[in-house]
C-alpha cells in the first residue's frame, strides 16, 4: 500500500477530528495537479459539466440493467440512480472484496469508478452534469471482510468526485457507508444516490 | 437445480447483454402458459388490479409488524412500504441462506413471495393495486453467503412479479439488489419499496 | 443477559403477535417509571420537545462526518439524516458486533443510543425536536454474526425513543431492520433516517 502525502482539500475541511481518517493518513485519489485544477474549478466558478471537461475525466459506458430495473428514473425534480458498480472503459467490472482481494487505496479507488459510471449514465441520459443541481442522498455499499472497519475512507472516492464536480455544497449530500455481506458479481462497491434536477 | 428454457420476456427485452443472466441461463418463475398470459395483459391494456385477478396470484395474509413500525405509510402522492419478508399462505415464513439452505431458484422463488406480500399489504390497506401509478424505488435485500454473486437474479423474482402487475414501463423502477449480512428471522429475501400513487 | 418484565406499552399494542419479540420475551428500555412518564406525555399532548425535557434524555454531542458527507440535509419539507452510529457523552462510540462482543439487550440500548445521537443532530442543528412533523422512513443496520434473527428487537431501541418523543403516530414510521456484513469503525448499530418538518 503506497503512502503519500495527504493533501485533499475535502479531509481537512469537511473532518477536521474524524478518527477514521486520521488514522488513515494516506493517499487521497486527488493528487497535487488535480488539487489545483479543483481550485481553479471554484475560482473559475464552473459549471459541473465544465468542471468535468476540465478534469478529463474519462467515463465508462453506461452500464446495461442486470435485472429488472431501470438504471435511472425522474420523478419531478428528483433523480434516482439505481445501485451501479465499477464498470471500467472496455466494459469489464472491478472484481473482488475489499480487506481481501483489494486493499483500501484499491477500494477507494473503485469507489471512484463507481461514481465515475454514475457520471456515466447521467451524461449519456441528459447530455450534461448540468441537470443536475445537488446531490441529496447517496446509499454507499461496500463488500468487504467482517473485520473490516474503513467503509467512510473507501466510499470517499466517489464522494470526492461528485465534490469536485458539483462542488463543496451542492455535490455532498446525506451518506450512509456501510459493509455488505456480498454484492452482485463479487463487485467491491455498489452506489446508489437521489439527485436533485434544476 | 431444474433447468428449463429461458423464456421470459423481461430478460430477453431488458436484459440483451447481461453477464449475470447469461450466465444464470435457467428457469424463470413465468412458464409458457404465464408468458401468454402476460402478452394477453398487455394487449388488452389491463389495468394492475384486472391483471392481479387474471394472473390468479394467491396473496398470503398482510404481515403484522415486528417491531415498531408501521407496514406502510402515504406521504403526498408516495407510498412507502416497510421491508417485507416471504409470508406464506398458511402465514409462516420461507427461511434460509440463499447458496446454503436455498439455490437460487428456490431464492428467486422466495422474492417472488415477497413480492406477494408486498402487495398483499397494498391490496388489504388500499382494496386494489389500482392505487398505484408506478413503481418507483425497490431495495432488495438478499441473506446469502459471502461468495453469491447473482443477487439481481434473487430479486428479478420480485420485480417479474411487479412489471407482470403494473407494466413493463410502471411496474419496474430504480433497484439495487444486494447482500446482507443477515435477515431477520433468517428469511432469505427482504425488500422495501416506494411507489407513486395515482 | 437479565431478564425482567416486558412492560413496554408498544410491544403489546403494536406486536401483538410478534413471533420474533414473543420469542425475545425480555425487558424492553422503558422501565416502570419511563411507562408512567409516556402515559403522562400522551395525556398531556406534550410537543416533542416538551417530550424530550420531560424524559430527561441525556443527548451525546452531534456527530461531525467520518467523511465526505453532510450528517443532515433539508430539501423541501424533508430532513435527511446521514447514517448515524451510537456517539457517547463522551464523544466515543459504542464498538463491537451484536450476537458475539454485544448481547441482544445491550445491541438494543447501543441502537437507543444511535436515536440519542440522530435526536442531537437535529437539536444542534434546528434548536428543537419541534421542528419535525413525522417520523417517514428508518432504515436499521445491525453489524452482528451471520446467524442473527433479531435485528427488529435491537432497532426497536431506536423506534421506542422515537416514539417516546414524537408519539406513537407521528414517531413511528416505515422501517427495514437488516443484518449488515461490517460497519464503520466496527459500530454495532447504524440508523439512516426521512423526516417529514412542520
Known amino acids: 500500500m503506497q503512502l503519500k502525502q495527504n493533501n485533499s482539500i475535502f479531509d481537512s475541511r469537511l473532518c477536521p477530528d474524524s478518527g477514521s481518517l ?3 493518513n ?20 464552473l459549471s459541473a459539466q465544465e468542471a468535468f471537461l476540465k478534469l478529463e475525466l474519462v467515463l465508462p459506458p453506461a452500464p446495461k440493467p442486470l435485472g429488472i430495473y ?14 451501479h458498480g465499477p464498470v471500467q472503459p472496455d466494459q469489464s467490472l472491478i472484481i473482488g472484496r475489499v480487506g481481501v482481494d483489494l486493499d ?8 471512484r469508478q463507481v461514481g465515475l459510471t454514475m457520471l456515466s449514465t447521467i451524461v449519456t441520459n441528459f447530455g450534461s452534469l448540468d441537470v443536475v443541481k445537488r446531490v441529496i442522498k447517496v446509499l454507499g455499499m461496500v463488500n468487504c471482510a467482517p473485520d ?25 449530500g446525506v451518506r450512509s457507508a456501510v459493509g455488505m455481506g456480498s454484492l452482485p458479481d463479487n463487485i467491491p462497491v455498489e452506489v446508489e444516490a437521489v439527485f436533485e434536477l434544476f
Not at 483500501?104 to 473503485?110: D, F, H, M, V, Y
Not at 473490516?148 to 455544497?169: K, T
Open 22 to 24: 486520521e488514522k488513515a
Open 26 to 45: 494516506q493517499t487521497t485519489l486527488i493528487d497535487s495537479a488535480q488539487h489545483i485544477l479543483i481550485i481553479y474549478i471554484i475560482i473559475m466558478n
Open 70 to 83: 431501470k438504471p435511472f428514473l425522474v420523478d419531478g425534480k428528483y433523480l434516482y440512480l439505481s445501485g
Open 104 to 111: 483500501a487505496e484499491a477500494g477507494k479507488l473503485a469507489a
Open 148 to 172: 473490516f472497519e474503513r467503509h467512510p475512507y473507501i466510499i470517499n472516492g466517489c464522494s470526492e468526485l461528485f465534490a469536485s464536480v458539483w462542488g463543496q455544497e451542492n455535490g455532498i
